[in-house]
């Protein structure tokens, strides 16, 4: 039996570095019938002898296991994404802000790869979990689709506990070889890469992705100092070291803006050869010295920076001009035309916001015109080619009655309306908003779906997503609806109740409630009831949210219906509360400014504490700051902060508050 031990342990090393040689260094050891035999001679040994299987075996990663529904799964330290720019000027801005801090700062250029962000946890060498970003703070356990992926080590090199963050991405060649087996079944095809990388990690089969060709490549480690690196540069060499793909030869220095220039414009030259899809350059200062002094705002890390291509424009005819009506009743025009490749997807549509825009661009029915995605992502019209007129286009027209009910549209600013509350069009897109990832995120309610439902009467409005479990077996009975599906569905609906305050609040749909002024009420008030009493004049006193936001609050939850609404999810189990993710939130809301030079802290060491516990710090004292923190020698903030009967906090004093 040790020598059916030990042989299987050579074959797993054997498989392991052909591996390791062939998907992250692309440079084969064996051939692929060596490979081949050593497999099948792992798999026979396995199969005889189950019990000496080891769990970092290769054989894993042909998938086979099954999951009812996904894990969540708290991340131990946030994945931040990064603010984006878009041309040299706010690179220039960007330099200038580090420098400020960190005057001889250099940073680390990464290609910024077009798939999913994901964390890979291991215990003394061995991949424990993979999950995905999801909002940040919790994503979904997706170890069993990961452990499929031939670029992520199963087991490092080194017995280390570790935190290793990535992208989850498909290769050019992959995409199309996945697109060319879906075609063949007659399934819909991917429309990009990155939404192919997205579904496939997302199959409750792992033996689905592990047929879709996916790939990992490294980029970053929560907590370098851990492993004594100093540099994000060095970080990247230990990653390599210990087994993972890295972007290393494509990677750059930076130590000036010039630097910075020249290598974005020979990676651009580069992009359309690169095996895989990029869409940007990422930017980071590379001393983790310098990174802990920049830290972080509330949202992103101050340190880095994502630059995007500028986007791809593509001609097409435009064919028709649909309206559309939104959840708010907000009545907008769009582009119809071909099918027609736009960065890396097929587009058919695209928007043409308003009527203004309509106009100042003379917009006309069977007008060539340039399509391009905005920030790589929106698809609009760019431009008319008016040259190539030929007479039989259609003046561009607005529309006096909205599209699905007829009623009358009302002009505000720029914009038409459709008021009639209950216009169909209406319910439906805020049905479509309500259930979509990232307000109640309710799994197998998308957009169809939706539409489907209120069409059969089975949803006509929010709360009737609640009552669906009442249907069951009528919706059993339709076509395509098993009893998985549907037991899934339900099952994400009941889940969906427990979402925090915010969640609801962005899904209630509310003028000017988006997803960051949802999360700042939510964290100031903690309850729906304490927002229904507070008043408009209290609302505008909350950081970031002025008077049009606090109005339209009050509008909402002063309507009977609203409120009826509200009070039916209540009874139905849906939670109001603010549920935090943070360990402490007790100065969630509150606004400091420092002042003085500070004796026990860095000035950037103690605003990132206080952000860290909710609080957010800024330049200047307004009536609307909580305090302020003076050091030696304070200045005129020190003085219109008594001016104003603003609490004044030394550092000892700052130090009772935080602990």
């Known amino acids: 039996m040790d020598n059916i031990k030990q042989r299987m342990n050579e074959l797993i090393d054997i498989i392991n570095e052909a591996s390791y040689e062939y998907y992250v260094n692309d440079n084969p050891s064996i051939t692929d019938q060596e490979y081949d035999d050593y497999y099948r001679e792992l798999l026979k040994l396995e199969e005889k002898y189950p019990e000496l299987k080891k769990e970092d075996s290769p054989t894993l990663r042909v998938g086979g296991q099954v999951l009812d529904k996904f894990e969540k799964v708290m991340h131990e330290t946030p994945i931040l994404s990064f603010d984006d720019i878009f041309n040299e000027d706010e690179i220039v801005s960007f330099d200038e802000r580090i420098r400020k801090t960190c005057p001889n700062a250099c940073y680390t250029l990464e290609p910024k790869m077009d798939g999913l962000s994901g964390s890979l946890v291991y215990e003394k060498g061995v991949l424990v979990r993979a999950a995905t970003r999801g909002d940040g703070v919790i994503g979904e356990n997706i170890t069993h689709n990961v452990k499929t992926i031939k670029s992520v080590p199963l087991r490092l090199s080194k017995e280390i506990d570790i935190e290793v963050r990535g992208e989850i991405y498909m290769s050019k060649k992959s995409f199309l070889k996945c697109n060319e087996e879906r075609k063949k079944n007659n399934e819909s095809l991917f429309a990009n ?50 087994g993972f793909k890295t972007n ?11 630097d910075i220039i020249n290598y974005i414009d020979d990676l651009s030259k580069k992009r359309e050869d690169l095996p895989f899809e990029i869409d940007g350059v990422v930017l980071k200062v590379n001393s983790l010295n310098d990174e802990e002094k920049l830290g972080f705002t509330q949202r992103v890390p101050r340190w880095g920076i994502a630059y995007k291509f500028p986007a791809v424009e593509v001609l097409t005819t435009l064919k028709e001009i649909r309206f559309t009506v939104g959840r708010t009743g907000k009545i907008t025009p769009n582009a119809i035309f071909d099918p027609v490749h736009v960065a890396g997807s097929i587009v058919s549509k695209a928007t043409l916001h308003n009527e203004d825009y309509c106009v100042d661009k003379d917009v006309r029915v069977g007008d060539v015109i340039s399509i391009r995605k905005a920030g790589d992502v929106i698809p609009e019209v760019v431009e008319v080619k008016k040259e190539r007129r030929t007479g039989k286009e259609t003046p561009f027209k607005m529309i006096e009655n909205c599209p699905m009910c007829g009623s009358k549209l009302i002009k505000e600013d720029a914009n038409y309306f459709c008021k009639n509350e209950s216009c169909p069009a209406r319910h439906i897109e ?37 009552l669906l479990k009442d249907h069951k077996e009528d919706l059993m009975a339709l076509e ?4 998985k599906s549907i037991n899934n569905l339900l099952l994400s609906i009941e889940n969906s109740k427990q979402n925090s305050l915010e969640k609801v609040l962005f899904a209630l749909g509310i003028r000017h409630v988006g997803k960051k002024t949802a999360k700042i009420l939510a964290k100031r008030y903690k309850t729906i009831d304490n927002l229904i009493k507070t008043t408009e004049e209290e609302l505008t006193n909350v950081n970031d949210v002025g008077e049009i936001i606090a109005k339209s609050v009050k509008q909402y939850l002063n309507d009977y219906d609203n409120l ?9 189990g849906v939670n109001f509360e603010y549920i935090s993710t943070s360990l402490n939130d007790k100065l969630d809301g509150m606004t400091f400014v420092l002042t003085g030079t500070l004796e026990r802290y860095r000035r950037e060491e103690l605003t990132k504490i206080l952000e860290d516990l909710g609080a957010k710090v800024t330049s200047s004292v307004t009536k609307k700051t909580a305090g302020v923190i003076v050091g030696d020698k304070p200045g005129s903030k020190y003085d219109k902060a008594l001016k104003l009967g603003i609490t004044i906090y030394k550092e000892e004093d700052i130090e009772k508050l935080i602990n």
Do not use: W
Not at 564 to 572: G, H, P, Q, V
């Open 430 to 466: 805020g049905l479509i908003h309500f259930a979509s990832r990232d307000t109640m995120n309710i799994d197998g309610l998308g957009e169809r779906i939706i539409e489907d439902f209120y069409n059969m009467g089975f949803i006509k409005n929010i709360s009737d997503i609640y």
């Open 564 to 572: 009826n609404l509200i009070s039916k999810l209540k009874e139905l």
């Open 248 to 258: 290393n030869k494509l990677n750059g220095i930076a130590k000036s803006v010039k």
């Open 193 to 242: 890469p990155r939404n192919a990388a997205a579904g496939s990690v997302r199959q409750l089969d792992s033996s689905v992705a592990s047929k879709r060709g996916l790939d990992f490549m490294a980029y970053f480690l929560p907590n370098p100092d851990k492993y004594g690196i100093k540099t994000q540069s060095e970080a990247l060499d230990f990653l390599k070291e210990l």
């Open 480 to 483: 395509g609806f098993g009893e």
